[in-house]
């Protein structure tokens, strides 16, 4: 007979790819929506161009933000099954409720978000590891702040460096280099993101007694960064649309400067172990580049509509997985 912990935790880490396949589908405007928005790759081309870096990023660094996931958000000690997976549905039922509306919002704060509601349920709050807590939700304010101030400075230096040059030559010239800059954002996105996977699976396997020290196996790499970006891959369109032509209007040269900025401060918060939003990060960036040309060049009625789906995410995911710990927990 079957042993039922086992079945569970299949069932659990197959919901754990589930979110990973959302978080690319979810975020793949954030890899793409400068490049599409300034025409210098078709939509699906630059899908599967994030894609293939989301996929490379597991060869990278290792996995200190999956670390953090699993151990610094909530208590090892008082982590199962039950909470894992009402954690994961929160964050699901948030992903696609926003994605539904077209509002780029945080995968990453929404599975902090589930945690924490799941955590609380269980154990209170003396179960939530604070120091990790906050370390990850100042960067709901700083990780957009870094991003506009490294979007306006490279936009800056860029339009200094390129004054004696023509504009036609100036946009042949960044259509190039935006290549480059779309695939080491989308590289920064696949380090961060995927990671955040990571620590759930593995805590899981941890906690139900199949791993017997906590540490991310390479396998576990391999399947979530390939799963994340089969996720880019679908491409979710709503999004990408907001990201690319609502906030303000890029051109080749605004584009590079933007992803670059964004893959700078993902892959620095990458090393460090921190789990930072890449939807923050990147609309951060690209409103500062729109501001290096007039303040009015940032539509910024959308950015406040952008800025209240970030500060809802953690509570909302937070809530609604405690409603789902309440339903799970007489089940399971």
């Known amino acids: 007979m079957a042993d039922p912990t086992l079945i569970l935790v ?112 269980k154990g209170g709050a003396g179960v939530l590891v604070w120091k990790g807590i906050i370390k990850t939700a100042s960067f709901i304010v700083l990780s957009p702040a870094i991003g506009f ?3 306006f400075i490279f936009m800056v230096i860029v339009l200094n460096l390129t004054r004696n040059i023509s504009a036609t030559k100036a946009d042949n010239a960044f259509r190039r280099m935006q290549l480059f800059s779309a695939a080491i954002h989308s590289f920064g996105h696949g380090m961060n993101d995927a990671q955040k996977t990571m620590g759930i699976i593995a805590i899981v396997l941890f906690s139900s007694g199949y791993m017997a020290v906590f540490h991310i196996p390479f396998w576990i790499v391999i399947m979530c960064n390939t799963t994340i970006a089969l996720g880019t891959m679908a ?73 209240w789906a970030w500060v809802l995410t953690i509570p909302v995911s937070a809530l609604i997985a405690a409603a789902f710990y309440f339903v799970l927990r007489t089940f399971i």
């Open 10 to 121: 299949i069932f659990i880490v197959f919901i754990a790819l589930a979110f990973d396949f959302i978080n690319g589908f979810h975020d793949a405007a954030n890899s793409i929506s400068c490049v599409v928005s300034t025409r210098v790759l078709p939509p699906r081309f630059a899908v599967y161009w994030a894609a293939f870096f989301n996929f490379v990023a597991a060869f990278s660094i290792g996995a200190p933000v999956a670390h953090t996931i699993g151990t610094g958000i909530v208590s090892p000690g008082v982590i199962e099954n039950t909470l894992i997976l009402a954690a994961l549905f929160g964050a699901i039922a948030w992903n696609l409720l926003t994605w539904w509306f077209g509002l780029p919002s945080s995968s990453s704060h929404a599975l902090i978000g589930g945690l924490i509601g799941a955590g609380l349920v």
């Open 149 to 151: 101030c490294l979007g």
């Open 235 to 307: 491409g979710g369109w709503r999004i990408v649309k907001t990201m690319g032509t609502k906030i303000t209007k890029l051109r080749p040269m605004g584009g590079f400067c933007a992803e670059t900025a964004a893959a700078s401060s993902l892959i620095g918060a990458s090393i460090f172990g921190i789990p930072v939003s890449t939807t923050h990060t990147i609309t951060g960036a690209i409103m500062g580049v729109g501001s290096t040309h007039r303040v009015t060049a940032v539509r910024w009625g959308i950015a406040g509509t952008i800025v």
